[in-house]
């Protein structure tokens, strides 16, 4: 079996996404809260895929990953957004009140 090479992520760049998965979460939190219009359901939807990513990209190590098992990562992530797009555009023309 070959020796595997683990990289261990530094102290400060565990902080630094910590710290801005708990921003994001404050904006999210707070753009729910006010009255904004459209901008209260689209807000935390956009910043959600973002916090995601963070996860993804440092706390799950996909950053060291070989770069076939990060295409097939991003082919399932497009596969699902579709299915998710084609969803949400047929309940909107479906005409059901």
């Not at 996404?17 to 689209?42: H, M």
Request: proline share 4%.
């Amino acid at each position: 079996m070959p020796e595997e090479k683990y990289r261990l992520a530094s102290y400060r760049s565990i902080v630094l996404t910590y710290i801005a998965l708990l921003v994001l979460a404050a904006v999210s939190v707070t753009i729910s809260a006010l009255n904004l219009g459209r901008v209260n359901l689209w807000g935390p939807l956009a910043i959600a895929p973002v916090q995601a990513g963070l996860v993804v990209f440092f706390f799950m190590h996909m950053r060291h990953e070989s770069r076939i098992l990060r295409i097939l990562f991003l082919t399932v992530l497009v596969v699902l957004a579709l299915l998710i797009a084609l969803t949400y555009v047929d309940t909107l023309y479906r005409g059901v009140p």
